[in-house]
């Protein structure tokens, strides 16, 4: 069974551009949640994607948005990118909606913004 | 809205000793309440969660975590480190309503030190 995969495992980018970053999930599972972990912080949640549609969202701008894919892989697209977007960007996967199922997290994305 | 509080920022604790990490959490209600460990340039590895029923919980790797409603409080413990234990630990909090659409709530962390 393949865990939770992010892609690229480092990025380096400038203020203002845009980024996108990639996660597959784990097999079966159809939520992806996305999470930005600045340094020395704990991960903070971005917003939740279920069967394809954004399911809920954190307090994060509309720069921040996202897709899910029918094979459930999902993108997270940060615009007009600032030097506070520099951050460990995680992906999680689970098996459905509920609270309490287990949420796995991919190795996660460095981005690092200049 | 909800918010999760651990104390230590770092902790030094030596080979072979005890260990208690804390975590207070503030809620409306019972939340579903989980641990987690992240080695450096890895992804978090759940250790336990409560979700209802017994308030002392196993997991993985030795750790257990007990839950106390009139303190707020998840403190995570283990009987006996192993210099493989540090790392940085987080608890979190969930929602029990809303499918996860509110996500989990994280604290800051506590970076755990293992003295030889």
């Known amino acids: 069974e393949t865990g939770v995969t992010q892609s690229p495992t480092h990025l380096i980018k400038t203020r203002g551009q845009q980024v996108t970053l990639r996660c597959s999930s784990q097999?079966?599972?159809?939520?992806v949640s996305w999470y930005q972990q600045a340094l020395g912080q704990g991960p903070q949640f971005i917003f939740q994607y279920y069967r394809e549609e954004e399911n809920g969202r954190g307090n994060f701008p509309p720069r921040f948005s996202g897709l899910q894919f029918p094979n459930y892989s999902s993108e997270l697209n940060v615009n007009a990118l600032e030097l506070d977007d520099s951050a460990l960007y995680l992906c999680?996967?689970?098996?459905?909606?509920?609270?309490?199922?287990?949420?796995?997290f991919g190795p996660g994305t460095r981005l690092t913004v200049l | 809205a909800q918010s999760v509080t651990q104390p230590d920022i770092h902790i030094t604790v030596s080979e072979g000793a005890s260990l208690e990490l804390r975590c207070n959490y503030s809620y409306g209600a019972t939340p579903y309440l989980f641990w987690y460990v992240q080695s450096p340039g890895q992804g978090l590895q759940l250790l336990l969660k409560y979700f209802s029923g017994d308030t002392l919980v196993q997991g993985i790797k030795g750790f257990e975590a007990e839950f106390k409603r009139s303190q707020s409080s998840f403190n995570l413990r283990k009987p006996s480190v192993h210099w493989s234990d540090a790392a940085e630990y987080f608890c979190a909090v969930g929602a029990r309503s809303g499918g996860g659409a509110d996500g989990l709530t994280f604290g800051k962390g506590t970076h755990l030190i293992i003295q030889p």
């Open positions: 999680a996967s689970s098996p459905g909606l509920a609270s309490h199922n287990e949420q796995f």
């Open positions: 097999s079966g599972h159809n939520t």
